[in-house]
């Protein structure tokens, strides 16, 4: 079982900025595929950016369109942590943002962090 705990999420005007944090449990977190999700109120839950391992200390980096260029997905093994840095924030961005973990044997949600920029 891995845990996962998002945090920094919150109020920000447009064109602002946030970094939200995913701490996973586990002792192997460097072989997870570490994902962020976000899902706006009345709409499904969307691919937002992805660092995924592709074996070894090989990983590669995926982002939805409407993020290119603005968010930027990383991670730090050491801390059992990913991040996403927001930057140019748009009240589109609204949403709550979920973190992802793909592991060996599951697949992880965690609670979700509520991000909010106001136009």
């Known amino acids: 079982q891995v845990q996962l705990v998002e945090s920094g999420g919150g109020l920000v005007q447009a064109g602002g900025s946030l970094r939200l944090s995913c701490a996973a449990s586990?002792?192997?977190?460097?072989?997870?595929?570490m994902a962020w999700f976000r899902q706006a109120p009345g709409k499904e839950r969307e691919f937002v950016a992805a660092?995924?391992?592709?074996?070894?200390?090989?990983?590669?980096?995926d982002y939805d369109d409407s993020v290119k260029g603005r968010f930027t997905i990383s991670r730090d093994n050491a801390k059992n942590t990913v991040y996403l840095q927001m930057n140019s924030l748009k009240p589109e961005d609204t949403a709550v943002y979920y973190c992802?973990?793909?592991?060996?044997?599951?697949?992880?949600w965690g609670q979700g962090t509520q991000v909010t920029v106001s136009s």
């Open positions: 660092h995924r391992w592709s074996g070894g200390m090989i990983y590669y980096k």
């Open positions: 992802n973990a793909k592991t060996l044997v599951g697949d992880y």
């Open positions: 586990g002792r192997t977190f460097s072989s997870y595929s």
